[in-house]
């Protein structure tokens, strides 16, 4: 098989033409770059059809960035690439036939919060437009995050079903998970390591092909699609356990009446040969489409069917959903020290007016996929609150109305609830803030440790801030 596999990649020569599913926030730095290398003489962005698609295929034409928020050099890079030709986008998938390689990046989200089940339907159809106009020797690549096992599997048997190839043997497959982080992009693809793996040998190698050029620092390290799937589904949840390990430690702390802040310096000031005490920091929740789901995709593969048989203790539950559960529960805690501060200042969470600061769940961007502000939002509305959210980046939300008028969303506050580091919350002054809240002692929750307690305190606050037990039970002013 792959020796026939082999003779059709030869054949059809090095890698010149690429297509890009997906012109999101994985998709649209990827295609760019790709656009810019000199050997490349065409990509092409592919978005499927719909009212928003087509504004961003026309965006993308017209050389604009699509993509909101602090993305260094992205904006120009894509003027320069649809400038010198090289890249435009489109909802039709009939060049698909004259392509060397595609690469599909769309969302996996939820079908529901509650079920925790993926909805494959944007990923099934984009392989499914793919395959239908899939030519012998053409590399395809799951870019999207999946449990474990997919690639091998629905991708594989979708592909062959809509191409009448045989993959392995027809044209090649592989997985390559994005390694991304928004508000570095281009940094990351060309600077993070890329795990690259394909269903045999020639698809593995076809793919490093692929890849190897858009690293500048980074290195591409070849393995199987099915490990290159655990990959990126643990390193994801790892770091969603060092999280809530985090997280678990400011709510100790806050209980005990200490500073997790100074807690965590004393931690990392361990150090010497052998000695690993990395703790990462917590906040008021966890957001994003990674972080929050992948421990599923990785629970979900190790259960699935062909999947050896599990060797863990029957009574416990894993490590890693327990993990999840701490970070879900943070905006949950953000909603427990408000109604505190709220009840110190003699007012009730019920009928109480908040100023919700952050919607996107990262600082400096648009990006508010699973953000824990809507979980807050949510909470509060439900306990009789009236939340008013502010944030200069996000322009709507289907939840809740979006203001970027700062000091409208603070005018009558009788809370201040700070969710996302945004620059423009690092720098609020608490007496002008204070005189737009327009009572004595409003509340401040600090859920990113973005302000120092003590000036807002002497200026009359009710504060509270995660894992700032030294601060949260001070007396007004």
Known sequence: MTDTLSE??????????????????????????????????????????????????????????????EEPGLAELIKKVVAAGTFRATGDYAPVTDLDAVTISVQTPFRNKKDLIPDYTPLKSALRSVGEHLTEGTLVVVESTVTPGTTVGMAREILEEASGLVAGEGFALAHAPERVMVGRLLKNIKEHDRCVGGIDEASTARAVELYAPLLTAGHVIPMTATAAEVTKTAENTFRDLQIAAANQLALYCEAMGVNFYEVRTGIASLKGEGITRAILWPGAGVGGHCLTKDTYHLERGVRAPGAGALDFPADRESLY????????????????????????ADKDLDGAKIALLGWAFIA????????????????????????????PWVRHADEAEISDDLEAVLSGADAVALFTAHREYRSLDPERVKTLCGCEHPAVIDGRNLIAPDPWIEAGFSYRGIGRGDRNTHTLR
Do not use: W
């Open 8 to 69: 059709l990649i030869k054949a059809r020569g090095p890698i010149r033409r690429i297509g890009v599913v997906g012109m999101g926030y994985v998709g649209t730095p990827a295609a760019a770059l790709f656009a810019d290398l000199p050997e490349i003489k065409e990509v092409i962005g592919f978005e499927r059809g719909s009212p928003v698609s087509e504004e961003k295929v026309a965006t993308l034409n017209r050389g604009e960035c699509p993509l909101k928020g």
């Open 321 to 344: 959903t327990l993990a999840r559960g701490i970070n879900d529960f943070m905006p949950h805690h953000m909603l427990t020290l408000t109604g505190s501060a709220l009840e110190q």
């Open 364 to 391: 400096d961007s648009d990006d508010a996929r699973e953000s824990p502000s809507e979980t807050y939002y949510e909470a509060a509305t439900a306990a009789g609150a009236e939340v008013r959210v502010h944030d």
